[in-house]
């Protein structure tokens, strides 16, 4: 089992700056890419972004240029740097990532933290 716990989300008012943090705990050995998505109101949910075990990153085109996604192995936690906010960003973000074990890939998620971008 792995356990996923996010932070770091709240309101902001437009072109502000929030970074959240997703921390992994449990079985975390071999944990593969680690990823961001977002769940709007009257929307799907959509991935933000995404790095991966070497940490190359990967965006959305949404967001490219205003959110930077990095991992700390040794802390066992992503973060998320989201800067120039736009109100269009507002959403629960998850932070998602997948395990091997027993030869099936199970996928673990967190349990999401709100971000609101308003003035």
């Known amino acids: 089992q792995v356990q996923l716990v996010e932070s770091g989300g709240g309101l902001v008012q437009p072109g502000g700056s929030l970074r959240l943090s997703c921390a992994a705990s449990?079985?975390?050995?071999?944990?593969?890419?680690m990823g961001w998505y977002r769940h709007a109101p009257g929307k799907q949910r959509e991935l933000v972004a995404s790095?991966?075990?070497?940490?190359?990153?990967t965006y959305a085109d949404s967001v490219k240029g205003r959110f930077t996604i990095s991992r700390d192995n040794a802390k066992s936690t992503v973060y998320l740097q989201m800067n120039n906010l736009k109100p269009e960003d507002t959403a629960v973000y998850y932070c998602?990532?997948?395990?091997?074990?027993?030869?099936?890939?199970?996928?673990?998620w967190g349990q999401g933290t709100q971000v609101t971008v308003s003035s």
């Open positions: 998602k990532t997948s395990k091997w074990t027993g030869g099936v890939l199970y996928d673990y």
């Open positions: 449990g079985s975390i050995l071999s944990i593969g890419g």
């Open positions: 790095i991966s075990p070497g940490s190359t990153p």
